[in-house]
């Protein structure tokens, strides 16, 4: 069975083509458990999700409510409900591509690469060093992360022991809390992106600067560097990695806020 995660926030607009998505998907509906875990929502979105539950009785849907309390946070109950041998993860904005999690499976499920844990490109987007793709596959490993991340998160499928090895999001962190999770979970498994895109995230529009939680660049970098300082504590890099990484996210902050002014002059 695979479990789909989805922390629902204010997103009455898009859950519904989020939902479909799934319903959509080539591999055999009756093998998803749908999570969806509303997270002190304002808006119409449970009448939405309630009215989709009742409009499609042949999914299982699981749908449970809580004081907002974050995306990691509405994340790590959905996680903690599961009971799917594998964990996908969408959130309430984003669509799959029908044979996202078909193709995903095949990797997941061949015994001879041994894959934990497999994303897929989005918005068909380039992927760009230092990852490299062989076979159709790049691998994805601690040092990577460190310098760029690949993995959006509703791309990404993995095995149910990685609960079990890595624990949970760390709730605490609203911003860049993806990337510390992947990080933390490539210390002891194998990590991969699946060179197609089939992803649509946010409507197929730039994220960085424009969408979601990622347009507040100020907060993302701080949630870079959140991260560095975590990995520097739990001496998974030393003081030189850590002060010379610190002044590589500086830089790459400084040239987002270049390229999204140069977005928004063009609009």
């Known amino acids: 069975m695979i479990s789909v995660i989805i922390p629902l926030y204010n997103a009455e607009s898009t859950i519904l083509a989020a939902l479909n998505s799934i319903k959509a998907q080539t591999a055999d509906k009756r093998e998803f458990e749908i999570i969806i875990v509303n997270d002190g929502s304002t808006d119409g979105s449970k009448k939405v999700v309630e009215s989709f539950i009742k409009d499609n009785p042949d999914l299982k849907i699981l749908f449970f409510e809580q004081a907002n309390g974050g995306v990691s946070k509405a994340r790590n109950t959905g996680l903690r409900k599961a009971t799917g041998e594998f964990i996908a993860l969408l959130d309430s904005d984003d669509e799959w591509l029908p044979e996202k999690t078909e193709k995903q499976l095949k990797f997941l499920n061949d015994k001879e690469i041994n894959i934990d844990f497999i994303a897929t490109r989005r918005n068909n987007s380039r992927i760009l060093p230092p990852y490299h793709v ?31 090895n890595t624990g949970f999001f760390n709730e605490d962190q609203r911003y860049a809390e993806d990337l510390n999770y992947w990080m933390k979970i490539s210390k002891n498994n194998t990590m991969y992106v699946l060179d197609e895109s089939l992803l649509i995230a946010d409507g197929g529009k730039r994220t960085f600067g424009v969408s979601g939680l990622s347009a507040d660049l100020a907060a993302m970098e701080k949630g870079f560097q959140g991260n560095l300082r975590e990995m520097h504590h739990l ?5 030189i990695q850590y002060q010379l990484l610190r002044v590589f996210y500086k830089a790459k902050y400084l040239l987002l806020l270049g390229r999204t002014f140069y977005y928004h002059l063009k609009k």
């Open 134 to 164: 062989k076979n159709h596959l790049a691998e994805i490993t601690f040092k990577k992360l460190l310098l760029r991340n690949e993995a959006q998160p509703s791309t990404v499928i993995f095995k149910r022991k990685i609960l079990e």
């Open 235 to 239: 001496n998974n890099i030393n003081f």
